[in-house]
């Protein structure tokens, strides 16, 4: 098989789909992030495969570079939020942070 | 044909430890779960000769965000006796979107003819540190700019309010609220 | 005087004592005096306005002459009534007697009534009872006629029932009102049979209807008997006579004017006025009912010691003969009667009066001797009682004269003897009666000695009057003799054919030849009262025919027999009583004891009352309990159920806005809010809910817009 730009692509989409499930179904707001971060780091695959397979340039790389940056950035502040959520209720159960509810 | 068996370790390395990370019950288990795939994400720049990106990866991702991770899940554990059940019904739901959202993705990566071509991977340090520097310099600082409210940001949602401390807590007497 | 002239005066004499009325009723206690002139004046410049209508009339001389306005009271299509007023030469007779003893019956009252507590409020009904007389005499039509009919009704209800605190004063009233409803409850079905069959209320149509037969055989018949029982409650003959002997409680200027003079002279006029409408039948019936009428009545007065009563039996009888007249087809005899006795009739009333005001009594036990101390009043009373004795010089004997004559012709020409009979025998017992009230009041020995000496003559205004009627007592009958039959130029039996040539009428073929012997009669009898009393009348020949020739005989020899007779009658009478009552040659204390029967039954009036309370009123009370039964349990059963029938449907509706409206209501509430709370449930508050929604909505959007 010739490894070309699909198949990253496609490692890439599972990539996603896994992290969006992980997003949608987890307890644990960190076990949320870490969806999060499948996501991104998806994203990220995109972009570079993307780069290298049709533009052949380095822009996509670049990009990439700024996910990653951004991404601890939202990663640190993330978790501060779910430090700080432990403390005021105890837990990290994603369900107990509903007062959006109703 | 040892690119391809590379390759197809690569993505195991990658989506395996992945799909441990969405479905596994104990967090740290994800959490060094998270830390293969990041691995083998890495990897995979490696292998599409991004060679800057990889290490990058290596750097700040595993060594700082998946340590983060870590480090907030062992803050933030609760015994043993008290976590919570999965249920199915979200399951469901999610499983549904995911598979969808993944079929929608796959159609279009296979349907789509993107032009792709093959060249050979060169070294790409110099070219991205000199574009950091010329044609997304803008970004580059902005992006700085992000990263210093982030940490602040981050800052003060840790720092520990008067109005939370409402009981003593074990082997402080004195509290002033 | 012109024929609007003559119009509008008519309307002035109606309407003045209406004026006088209004003035009276509402203005009057704050009025000097109470508004007695007003009354007085009043009736003083309609009794003026009468007069130039009496000479207007005497000058035109034709008896069918008359004067008539209408106009239309309802119109509604296809029924119309027109309404409005007729002068006559008859009409003109009418007003001046109405307006003459009205007038008279003012100015005494202003003596007699002076000091009551409710003096104005009396003004104000004889003025009310005026207005209403002249609409009886001034119609034209029987609409109108019922109309002052009723009214006039009121007023002696009114006036009858004046002292109200006295329970016999109260009951004597609604006796007069409720025995006048049964005679007017006749007069209604008879005008509306002549209505219904003719279409019309004016009096010349109907007589011409009759003539062309539009109306006739048994429903004429009937329908003038109907109309007669009108006659029958207001002018009180029998059997409804029982309500005038207790209308005398009222004050005696009212027995006067209404109860002798005029209101019961109402159905006289009545009669005769619309005398063609009384077919043969009818006339039968009127003339016994009158001569039984008279000789009744005057049999009771016989033992009555109260001077108003035996004057109210007077009157009855009297008002007998003049029904008797109208039934023997002599309708002008009648009238004339009914003007004479007016005359001295009311006479007898103010002069009693006075005599009351004397004395203070009405019982003949308190009185006598009273001639030495009430002059005035002896002489005018007894001018009076002789001409209601029929004494030839004074008016009444004429008037009396001739309505026996008639009675007499009638009897002959039909063989109907006993109605002239009953009249001939009451004409001894009215002069008897008359003269014992006389002689025990004004002659004899005082009865009390203390009521005898607080006695003194009445003050002017009751002496003027009396003094001015007993002058006409006299020269109504001067007249006579003067300018023979004046009163056939006034009023006259109708030309019926020249009548209804004025109307197009169809006839119906069988021309109605109503009352012969009656109309033969009645012609006779007046041409023969011409002719007795010596010249032939010339140029005022009402009825040109000369195929009365033969009918001439009889009448003229009926004439003088009655005339023969009456005069002895009358002076038997006034011997006998002479001898009884002056004389005091029979001891009538021993008589009514050894004539005990026939005493109580003429004391009890022949138990007519009494034979009332046992039948007719229980069978009144009977019929309306029947109604009163029907009303509370059909009629009321009807309105209860409606009720019922409501409540059930409110009760339904209730159920149906319960159940169903607000069933609907709060069900889309109730849906509203189930959907809320369903919509509700997508805010749960997690992200990863809402992450959910966010994938799912643009998988959606992909596939629908195909963006793949």
Not at chain 3, 249 to 277: C, F, K
Request: hydrophobic share 55%; with cysteine.
């Amino acid at each position: 098989m010739n490894v070309g730009l699909p198949h990253f692509l496609t490692i890439s989409a599972a990539l996603f789909a896994l992290g969006l499930f992980a997003v949608m179904s987890r307890r644990n707001a960190i076990g949320i992030l870490m969806g999060v971060e499948l996501m991104l780091n998806a994203s990220n695959i995109n972009f570079v495969a993307f780069s290298r397979y049709v533009q052949h340039g380095i822009d996509g790389q670049i990009m990439a570079a700024f996910v990653i940056v951004l991404a601890a950035a939202e990663a640190a502040v993330a978790l501060a939020i779910v430090l700080a959520m432990f403390r005021n209720f105890g837990t990290v159960h994603a369900d107990t942070v509903q007062s959006l509810k109703r | 044909m040892t690119g391809d068996l590379v390759f197809i370790l690569l993505a195991l390395l990658t989506i395996v430890p992945a799909v441990w990370v969405v479905f596994s019950p104990n967090i740290v288990h994800a959490g060094f779960a998270l830390l293969f795939t990041l691995f083998g994400v890495a990897g995979l720049y490696a292998y599409m000769g991004a060679d800057y990106i990889a290490v990058t990866q290596l750097m700040v991702y595993i060594g700082g965000v998946l340590v983060l991770v870590l480090f907030t899940v062992m803050m933030t554990r609760v015994p043993q006796g008290k976590r919570a059940n999965y249920g199915l019904d979200r399951f469901v739901p999610a499983g549904v979107l995911s598979l969808a959202v993944f079929g929608l993705l796959y159609k279009t990566i296979t349907s789509v003819d993107w032009g792709a071509g093959h060249t050979e991977p060169v070294p790409t340090v110099a070219e991205i540190g000199t574009n950091f520097m010329t044609n997304y310099i803008f970004p580059f600082e902005y992006v700085s700019l992000v990263l210093l409210v982030a940490m602040i940001g981050a800052a003060i949602l840790i720092r520990e309010n008067k109005n939370t401390q409402d009981e003593p807590e074990n082997g402080e007497s004195e509290v002033q609220s | 005087m012109s024929d609007n002239a003559i119009l509008y005066s008519a309307l002035a004499i109606l309407g003045l004592p209406l004026l006088s009325y209004v003035l009276i009723f509402f203005f009057g206690k704050k009025l000097p005096r109470q508004g007695d002139f007003i009354g007085v004046g009043l009736m003083g410049i309609a009794q003026l306005l009468a007069i130039r209508i009496f000479i207007a009339f005497w000058k035109i001389g034709d008896p069918s002459y008359r004067v008539e306005k209408a106009f239309t009271w309802l119109d509604l299509g296809g029924f119309r009534i027109d309404a409005g007023i007729l002068v006559d030469g008859m009409t003109a007779v009418m007003l001046m007697v109405v307006c003459i003893v009205s007038f008279l019956v003012h100015l005494y009252s202003v003596g007699y009534m002076h000091g009551d507590r409710r003096y104005a409020r009396y003004f104000a009904f004889l003025g009310f009872f005026t207005f209403s007389m002249m609409g009886i005499v001034l119609a034209n039509n029987l609409f109108f006629l019922y109309m002052f009919w009723e009214l006039v009704g009121l007023s002696s209800y009114l006036l009858i029932g004046f002292f109200f605190h006295k329970h016999s004063a109260a009951n004597a009233n609604k006796k007069a009102f409720l025995t006048n409803r049964v005679g007017d409850w006749g007069f209604w079905l008879g005008i509306l049979a002549f209505f219904t069959a003719t279409g019309t209320l004016n009096y010349f149509e109907l007589f011409a209807h009759v003539h062309a037969g539009t109306i006739k055989g048994a429903l004429l018949g009937w329908a003038g008997v109907a109309l007669f029982l009108g006659c029958v409650g207001k002018s009180a003959q029998m059997p409804l006579h029982i309500w005038l002997p207790d209308a005398m409680e009222g004050p005696t200027p009212v027995s006067a004017l209404i109860h002798a003079a005029t209101m019961v002279a109402a159905g006289v006029y009545m009669v005769a006025r619309l005398a063609p409408l009384f077919g043969a039948d009818a006339m039968m019936v009127i003339l016994y009912v009158g001569a039984i009428t008279a000789f009744i009545t005057s049999t009771i007065a016989l033992v009555k010691t109260d001077i108003k009563r035996v004057l109210a039996f007077s009157t009855l009888s009297q008002l007998g003969y003049m029904v008797m007249a109208l039934g023997a087809g002599d309708p002008t005899n009648a009238m004339f009667h009914l003007t004479t006795h007016a005359m001295f009739k009311a006479l007898l009333f103010l002069g009693a009066g006075s005599v009351i005001h004397a004395v203070h009594s009405q019982e003949m036990g308190d009185m006598g001797g009273l001639r030495k101390k009430m002059p005035i009043t002896f002489v005018t009373f007894l001018v009076a009682t002789l001409a209601l004795s029929g004494v030839p010089f004074f008016a009444g004997f004429y008037s009396k004269d001739g309505i026996l004559g008639s009675t007499l012709a009638f009897g002959m020409t039909s063989g109907h003897y006993v109605p002239f009979i009953l009249g001939i025998t009451a004409a001894a017992i009215t002069p008897f009666y008359m003269f014992r009230l006389v002689f025990r009041t004004f002659f004899g020995k005082p009865q009390i000695q203390e009521k005898y000496d607080h006695a003194h003559e009445s003050p002017l205004s009751m002496t003027i009057p009396l003094m001015t009627l007993g002058v006409l007592s006299i020269i109504a009958a001067g007249w006579q003799t003067a300018d023979k039959g004046w009163f056939a130029k006034f009023a006259a039996p109708y030309d019926v054919p020249a009548i209804s040539a004025e109307f197009n009428i169809e006839s119906t073929g069988d021309h109605l030849v109503v009352h012969d012997e009656h109309a033969q009669a009645g012609h006779d009898a007046e041409t023969s009262v011409e002719a007795a009393h010596g010249d032939e009348h010339g140029a005022d020949d009402t009825h040109g025919e000369e195929a009365h020739g033969e009918h001439h005989d009889v009448a003229h020899t009926a004439h003088v027999r009655a005339m023969v007779m009456s005069i002895s009658m009358a002076l038997l009478g006034i011997t006998l009583s002479w001898w009884v009552y002056y004389r005091k040659k029979v001891n009538t204390g021993a008589l009514q004891k050894k004539f005990h029967g026939a005493y109580t039954v003429l004391q009890g009036m022949y138990f007519f009352d009494e034979l009332y309370h046992a039948t007719v009123y229980p069978f009144t009370l009977w019929v309306a309990s029947v109604c009163a039964a029907f009303d509370r349990i059909v009629i009321d059963g009807i309105v209860n159920g409606t009720g019922y029938l409501t409540r059930m449907v409110s009760w339904i509706s209730g159920l149906i806005d319960n159940y169903f409206v607000d069933g609907a209501v709060n069900g889309v509430a109730a849906v509203l809010q189930g959907a809320g709370e369903g919509f509700r449930r997508i805010q749960t508050g997690r992200i990863q809910t809402y992450l959910a929604y966010v994938s799912a909505s643009v998988l959606i959007l992909v596939l629908v817009y195909r963006v793949l």
